[in-house]
């Protein structure tokens, strides 16, 4: 019993060294604002060629899409795709009024407002949330997480 008990915890610290030995060998991708701040020119331009299939391409296949203009989570490629076919009739062009960006190994968040224009002469102001991660295997960067809403209409405070 006692040599079975060794034996187990001398497993247990083999494969508690291998998780950190494993952990320590992340390589991190370098990134700067200006590139992160790209990856949203990347998916504005994908915006502007009406094709929704190109817009989802750059979401990871683990992530989610809470949009502005839907109450519905978008976890699959199906469901993102369905969400753009619908906005990209609407001809959407985005730009960003203001932004603050942090970078972590392999990760990055582009968080503030963005306005987007339409072609029937709309616009919405939203506050929007991007988290990338760097996929090597596929030698990009991939939307994790991207969450859009509106921004609420200001009431008076009335004294």
């Not at 030995?21 to 992340?26: F, N, P, Q, V």
């Not at 949009?67 to 989570?73: A, D, G, H, R, Y």
């Not at 985005?94 to 972590?104: A, F, K, L, N, P």
């Not at 990009?140 to 609420?152: D, F, G, K, R, Y």
Request: proline share 4%; glycine share 4%; with cysteine.
């Amino acid at each position: 019993m006692k040599y079975s008990l060794a034996l187990l915890l001398a497993g247990a610290s083999t494969v508690s060294f291998s998780l950190h030995a494993a952990e320590g060998t992340e390589q991190c991708r370098a990134v700067d604002e200006a590139q992160v701040s790209a990856l949203f020119q990347r998916w504005n331009e994908d915006l502007a060629s009406g094709d929704p299939k190109q817009v989802v391409e750059n979401y990871a296949k683990e992530s989610i899409l809470l949009p502005t203009l839907s109450n519905l989570p978008r976890r699959t490629a199906e469901e993102k795709q369905d969400y753009f076919v619908h906005f990209l009739e609407k001809k959407p062009s985005g730009s960003v009024d203001e932004r603050m960006i942090q970078i972590d190994c392999n990760t990055a968040v582009d968080a503030g407002i963005y306005t987007f224009s339409f072609a029937d002469g709309n616009e919405v102001r939203a506050r929007y949330t991007f988290t990338y991660k760097w996929y090597p295997e596929k030698d990009q960067w991939l939307i994790t997480s991207h969450h859009s809403s509106a921004m609420p209409e200001i009431v008076p405070v009335l004294d």
